[in-house]
């Protein structure tokens, strides 16, 4: 069974890099079509995707987010990072990793971390 | 606001029926683009429901159904009972601002 873990700093000081790790288990992020993603979750708010990445380097990033995002992938490790400059306090959400098949219209996440609570707080 | 709408609640007794809309337009739904569902109960992560329009992961009830027409797509859930009170998302491609969208949730309520 495939499973994904976040890991990384609760808290991160405005203007700084946020920095999230996702391990997989149960799979291998190099032998799979799959994109890896990430999906973030304000309290008391809904889902906003943020960028996916895939072994070979092709990467997808949130448009209002473009200018400050990161995904890379390590498959030696069998991870999955992002990173997010220049926080701001807007920037504090949940944040999940997550799994989804190529294409745009079939692109559905379906596997999810238990995600991480990120607070951008000085 | 999101690109996909999605009344704030919803609500109903055991055993009834209720449907969530996901409201869109003609550069997601309209396009073509698949609609998703997850359900996300209190505390816990997304998990997906429908995909594809209409069809159910394995282990999903089939008390749970899914449709898409036009610029609209549609959650049913039959038979409601206590364990569906969560929220329910509705999730498509939105081909202007090229990324995968969310619609703003709704809270379902199992009076």
């Known amino acids: 069974q495939l499973q994904l873990q976040e890991s990384g700093p609760g808290l991160v000081k405005p203007s700084e890099t946020l920095s999230l790790t ?36 092709s990467t997808y990033y949130n448009p209002s987010l473009k ?37 745009r219209s079939g692109s559905r996440f379906d596997y999810w971390g238990r995600g991480t609570l990120v607070t951008v707080s000085s | 606001q999101s690109v996909l709408t999605q009344p704030p609640s919803v609500s109903g007794a055991p055993g009834q029926r209720v449907i969530i809309s996901c409201t869109g337009s003609s550069s997601n739904f309209g396009a073509g683009y698949d609609v998703h569902w997850y359900q996300q ?28 027409s036009g610029t609209s797509a549609s959650l049913a859930i039959r ?23 969310f619609g703003g949730g709704t809270r379902l309520t199992v009076l």
């Open chain 1, 22 to 57: 996702c391990t997989v288990s149960g799979g291998s992020i190099s032998s799979s079509n799959y994109y890896w993603g990430w999906i973030r979750q304000p309290p008391g708010k809904g889902l906003e995707w943020v960028a996916s990445g895939h072994h070979s380097g």
């Open chain 1, 67 to 103: 200018s400050r995002v990161t995904i890379s992938v390590d498959t030696s490790k069998n991870q999955f990072s992002l990173y997010l400059s220049s926080v701001t306090a807007a920037d504090t959400s949940m944040y999940y990793c997550t799994r989804h098949p190529p294409g």
């Open chain 2, 41 to 68: 109960l209190p505390g816990t992560a997304p998990k997906l429901l429908i995909y594809g329009d209409r069809n159910r992961p394995s282990g999903v009830p089939d008390r749970f159904s899914g449709s898409r």
């Open chain 2, 79 to 101: 038979g409601l009972q206590a364990e569906d009170e969560a929220d329910y998302y509705c999730q498509s491609y939105d081909s202007s601002l090229s990324g995968w969208v």
